[in-house]
């Protein structure tokens, strides 16, 4: 099985893979949550729609969307 789009092209948008879950999961559950606002159903799943978003090289993050916090 063969992922589409490669992960190399994903991972040039966001270089951690841990990241690269976390913010494809974050957006599927945006767009998931506009289509139930909307009342409309497609046929692409959310997390094919944000995949493809990364791949595009339309979802990006920065330092500021990361936060850190530490535990002793």
């Known amino acids: 099985m063969m992922l589409y789009p490669a992960m190399n092209k994903l991972t040039a948008n966001i270089p951690n893979r841990y990241l690269l879950v976390n913010v494809v999961a974050r957006r ?21 729609l944000a995949i493809q978003e990364v791949a595009d090289g339309k979802l990006s993050v920065t330092a500021a969307d990361i936060t850190i916090t530490n535990v002793e």
């Open 28 to 48: 599927a559950r945006q767009i998931a949550q506009q289509e139930e606002k909307a009342e409309e159903k497609t046929d692409v799943k959310p997390v094919t």
